[in-house]
């Protein structure tokens, strides 16, 4: 499974975030590695930076083999939450995930 970052021009895609984003999906998307091909990640800030509820936001598109993609977004106070809460509502869609 590739994992491909792209960011906005708020928070850059350092290679620190990269390898700890590249951990974190691996690990929580385990079960479903042989039916992901790719994880496209874009972070953005909604208000570049100010203190706002729910201004992180977190897309991930899940490229399938054989299938079309899935994109998932969810909104969070940091990015943390954002991601977390995009890679749990992923997980809930499992049964998308599945090939027949």
Known sequence: MTIQL?????????ERLEK????LIKRELQRFSGKIVRIEVHLSDKYGGKKRV????C???AWLEHR????ITNHGNTL????S??????KLNSRKLKTH
């Open 85 to 90: 809460g995009a890679l749990v509502e992923l």
């Open 54 to 57: 729910g201004n992180k936001r």
């Open 6 to 14: 792209n960011t906005d021009k708020t928070k850059s895609g350092d």
């Open 80 to 83: 943390v939450q954002a991601i």
């Open 68 to 71: 079309k993609p899935i994109a």
């Open 20 to 23: 700890s984003l590249d951990s």
């Open 59 to 61: 897309m991930l598109v």
